[in-house]
């Protein structure tokens, strides 16, 4: 799987971004899909996770409530929806996937990852 995200750029505080994630290769439906990011100096950190099916999704506690993680099968791409940024938020934000939505939250649990897409936060 070849993943390709986008969207990323310079925001203010309060405002909202969306990123995409292209997913070309193998089929985008039989992987469970997640987004991490990676702040300057600091590790690479689970941001959201969705299931193969889009039934399921969790977040990590930092981002629960202001983003979403959603797929759209029919375009082999997954979003995420970054409402009301903060400038902490301010990171490179990775697309991955991953064959097992129970592994999809660890760096190491992920198979294949994309280029990041730099989003900044302005206070």
């Known amino acids: 799987v070849q993943l390709q995200a986008f969207g990323g750029g310079l925001v203010q505080a309060g405002g909202s971004l969306r990123l995409s994630c292209a997913a070309s290769?193998?089929?985008?439906?039989?992987?469970?899909m997640a987004w991490f990011r990676q702040a300057p100096g600091k590790e690479r950190e689970f941001v959201a996770r969705?299931?193969?099916?889009?039934?399921?999704?969790s977040y990590a506690d930092s981002v629960k409530g202001r983003f979403t993680i959603s797929r759209d099968v029919a375009k082999n791409t997954v979003y995420l929806q970054m409402n009301s940024l903060k400038p902490e938020d301010t990171a490179v934000y990775y697309c991955?996937?991953?064959?097992?939505?129970?592994?999809?939250?660890?760096?190491?649990?992920?198979?294949?990852w994309g280029k990041g897409t730099q989003v900044t936060v302005s206070s």
């Open positions: 991955a996937a991953d064959n097992n939505y129970a592994s999809a939250s660890t760096t190491s649990g992920m198979d294949y």
């Open positions: 290769g193998r089929t985008f439906s039989s992987y469970a």
């Open positions: 969705i299931s193969r099916s889009g039934g399921s999704a």
